[in-house]
């Protein structure tokens, strides 16, 4: 019997993402900007997320030097 798997991607909304990684909105999207911080999706006009993976793998990088 064939196994299958598969990689459910989470998102994360701003405010989530600034409660793991407290910055300020500007500083958040300052980052986007410079290419530090992973570039969210958006999902439409009025919604943009990050994957939970990227977020996570940039706290892993940084640690407590964010």
Do not use: C
Request: glycine share 4%.
């Amino acid at each position: 019997m064939a196994s299958t798997t598969t990689n459910a991607t989470s998102f994360l909304r701003e405010k989530q993402v600034r409660k793991l990684i407290p910055v300020a909105h500007s500083t958040l999207w300052a980052w986007v900007r410079s290419g530090r911080f992973p570039a969210p999706l958006k999902l439409s006009d009025r919604i943009t997320v990050w994957r939970d993976s990227d977020v996570l793998a940039f706290i892993k990088r940084y640690g407590g030097k964010a």
